[in-house]
């Protein structure tokens, strides 16, 4: 079993799902890779998270309302990739899709690593990943300097476009000819779009293969 074999086959073999055969190939090179040995502790991390999560017996006050403030955001377009995993793994993909849009605004205290990794496992992303994204332009430069206090530049070379979410990420855009406007164009910073197109999700940064304008 090769590293590729072996990540395919992950969620199934920590379920215990692989026969027996294949279960022994995996503890064989589980063994002898240690990147995949780190992706077997992560993932079963994320899991014990997930299940200490959503098995909370009394949620609190405020969760409907938060719940029902992310559905109606761009994280119903999520909704429609999860469906596709069948029902068994859908629900543990929609528990995974709540959580984060509920940490988002409570800040909760499960670290940033196992918040993306709960991202892929709800929707299934590499670090290639087609997407239907909407978002809101701004200057990535200005947003830094509003953020963290990194001085910008934009009044001696002007404003660079990226793209912020409704999670609060800021997602570089490369410059290509379809995305040249929104880099570059000043009039468009503060307006909503959605763009089609691909994220590299380690780099922060989004190819753009076409996009429209949001109300």
């Known amino acids: 079993m090769n590293c590729k074999q072996f990540r395919e086959s992950l969620d199934c073999y920590l379920d ?3 026969s027996a055969a294949a279960s022994a190939a995996a503890d064989a090179h589980r063994k002898e890779c240690p990147q995949c040995e780190r992706a077997v502790a992560h993932l079963e991390q994320l899991k014990a ?4 999560t959503v098995g909370t017996a009394t949620p609190p006050s405020a969760l409907d309302a938060r719940i029902r403030s992310a559905v109606a955001t ?3 377009r999520s909704f429609d990739t999860i469906r596709a995993f069948g029902p068994r793994r859908s629900v543990l993909a929609l ?3 709540l959580i984060l849009a ?3 605004g409570t800040r909760s205290p499960i670290e940033s690593s196992a918040a993306n990794a709960m991202d892929r496992l709800a929707l299934r992303l590499d670090d290639t990943s ?5 978002g809101r332009i701004l200057c990535r430069d200005c947003e830094l300097e509003r953020r963290y ?6 009044k001696i070379i002007g404003h660079h476009g990226a793209i912020a979410t409704a999670d609060g990420r800021i997602w570089n855009i490369v410059e290509q000819r379809t995305s040249a406007a929104l880099i570059h164009d000043e009039r468009l910073l503060g307006r909503t779009v959605v763009v089609r197109g691909r994220l590299f999700r380690n780099s922060r940064a989004l190819v753009i293969e076409s996009y429209e304008f949001g109300s």
């Open 16 to 18: 215990g799902e692989l």
């Open 49 to 52: 998270t997930l299940r200490q």
């Open 74 to 76: 761009p994280w119903t």
């Open 95 to 97: 528990a995974a899709v």
């Open 102 to 104: 509920v940490t988002v």
């Open 130 to 134: 087609p997407v239907i994204l909407e």
């Open 149 to 154: 206090g990194v001085r910008a530049s934009c």
